[in-house]
């Protein structure tokens, strides 16, 4: 049996549970569905309730936000499929052999990636740097993923044994918007577990406008400054597997991080508003990031963290 786990956050997620469940019912295999809400605003608790009535669905209200990695440990831990399937909660299923795609696959590998895919370009202009960040750095075909798999696992769509999770779990330290993931992977490549990539995608719908992205961009980069400083023996695998630590360990061997640290504080506020722009760019997007990460570096990871809160 196959578990398909989805941590629900503000997001109504009726069209993604009756799609998985007519998918199951037409290829005949067995699953279970299971809904936690992670504190929800109590309009989409009152819609997504109301699936707990159906047949092999449970639903589950969390009294208080309890963050990204628990919800999804504690969603292991309730599942009673030797395969657990997780998908996040703003994810739409557009093929109708989604899930035959992923029962086709089993066996191949412990952990199977499906990918990601996105809409045409939106038509709101505050969405545009999210929509283009993720055609641009997420969406990538099978083959692309396999080349380095471990550096590409995503946690938004893949299927893993129940084995294989609970070997790993996901890094309850890690607090807010961001590395979960990461740091998931890295696990995964240090166990030797084996992964595979196929293109099996789910359809994120879920575009934040470029100011609630880039906040969440920046709690990203401040997980990062912390694992960095508690976790010293991740720091090796974490500037080999992540793409702006890769570019900042450069700069900063050959003397740059003051000049980043000036760009964060004098320009800062012209860099945000040209990524909230018709035309953002990623290279500026990038220069943003490595711009926070040179400033939370500057006096010691986590001193720096203080003066930025």
Known sequence: MISICIPVYNF??????????E?????????????????????????????????????LEFDFNIGRSKIRNRLADFASGNWLLFLDCDM??????????????????????????????PIREELILRWKYGVSRECKKAILRQLSPYNS?????????SEAFHSIRFNEEISGYGHEDTVFGINLKRRKVPILH??????????????????????????LSKLMHNA?????????S?????????LRLLGLTMPLRWVFRVINPFIRRSLCSKHPSLLMFDVYKLALLAK??????????????
Request: proline share 3%; net charge positive.
């Open 153 to 161: 696992f995503m946690s938004g769509n893949f299927l893993i044994t």
């Open 198 to 223: 196929i293109d099996n995608p789910s359809f994120h719908l879920g575009l934040e406008p470029c100011f609630d992205f880039l906040q969440k961009s920046e709690q990203s980069v401040i997980n």
């Open 296 to 309: 939370l570096y500057s006096k010691g990871w986590m001193s720096s963290l203080t003066k930025y809160f």
């Open 12 to 21: 109504d997620v009726t069209e993604l549970t009756n799609s998985l469940l």
């Open 242 to 250: 992540v793409r702006v630590l890769k570019v900042f360990k450069i």
């Open 92 to 121: 739409v299923i557009d093929d109708p052999n989604f899930l035959k795609g992923y029962v086709d696959s089993l066996n191949k590998a412990q952990v199977i990636c499906g990918g990601i895919k996105y809409s045409k370009k």
């Open 23 to 59: 998918q199951a019912d037409k290829i005949g295999y067995p699953i279970e569905i299971l809904l936690f809400d992670d504190h929800s605003l109590s309009y989409f608790k009152k819609i997504n309730a109301q699936l707990n009535s159906k047949k092999n669905v449970n639903y």
């Open 232 to 240: 010293p023996d991740l720091r090796k695998d974490l500037e080999r």
